[in-house]
T-cell receptor, first 115, second 112 residues
Framework: DAGVTQSPTHLIKTRGQQVTLRCSPISGHKSVSWYQQVLGQGPQFIFQYYEKEERGRGNFPDRFSARQFPNYSSELNVNALLLGDSALYLC??????????????FGDGTRLSIL | GQNIDQPTEMTATEGAIVQINCTYQTSGFNGLFWYQQHAGEAPTFLSYNVLDGLEEKGRFSSFLSRSKGYSYLLLKELQMKDSASYLCAVRDPAGGGNKLTFGTGTQLKVEL
């Protein structure tokens, strides 16, 4: 069974540019969450979507946006990139937001480097 | 606010037992998760506790005390492949969602 897939694997951008990261959840999973992980730190919550509706937003600026499509895949967009946006961006999917079935399964992430 | 504390680093010997502690102070609580993350890889789910007590799963066990805001992950019969970062995360039910707040992770080194 395919796990959570993210693309691209690696990306290099320059300051001020815009980037779109993509995520396909495990088949049957309707909840997708995005996290930013800076080296040496735990993942930081950015967004959660369930059934195509935003269910949560972390403490990130408006430069970060996301959406979920009818097939439950998701995109994370970051505008006006800053050096501090360099990080591993993780997507996680779960069957639902609640209970044990809410345990999230992570993709391998997109490593974004800003020059 | 959300605050999750766990030791930064731990070292243990192959075949031994190690306990990784996690304390939390969060505005909401709907479960505590432990994840394992090898360098350069995605976090993988290890365990979930929502009620007080011990959950056992093979070589891994996790304990939760909600009144104390405390959890631990117990790893038995340590193997070299257990060298990884172990992440404690609390789920916040606000908004009916599935937001996880992670600690900074405990880097475990297993030595011969």
């Amino acid at each position: 069974d395919a796990g959570v897939t993210q693309s691209p694997t690696h990306l290099i951008k320059t300051r001020g540019q815009q980037v779109t990261l993509r995520c396909s959840p495990i088949s049957g999973h309707k909840s997708v969450s995005w996290y930013q992980q800076v080296l040496g730190q735990g993942p930081q919550f950015i967004f959660q979507y369930y059934e195509k509706e935003e269910r949560g937003r972390g403490n990130f600026p408006d430069r970060f946006s996301a959406r979920q499509f009818p097939n439950y895949s998701s995109e994370l967009n970051v505008n006006a990139l800053l050096l501090g946006d360099s990080a591993l961006y993780l997507c996680a999917s779960s069957l639902s937001p609640r209970g044990m079935i809410g345990s999230q399964h992570f993709g391998d992430g997109t490593r974004l480097s800003i020059l | 606010g959300q605050n999750i504390d766990q030791p930064t680093e731990m070292t243990a010997t192959e075949g031994a037992i190690v306990q990784i502690n996690c304390t939390y102070q969060t505005s909401g609580f709907n479960g505590l998760f432990w994840y394992q993350q090898h360098a350069g890889e995605a976090p993988t789910f290890l365990s979930y506790n929502v009620l007080d007590g011990l959950e056992e799963k093979g070589r891994f066990s996790s304990f939760l005390s909600r009144s104390k805001g405390y959890s631990y992950l117990l790893l038995k019969e340590l193997q070299m492949k257990d060298s990884a970062s172990y992440l404690c995360a609390v789920r916040d039910p606000a908004g009916g969602g599935n937001k996880l707040t992670f600690g900074t992770g405990t880097q475990l080194k297993v030595e011969l």
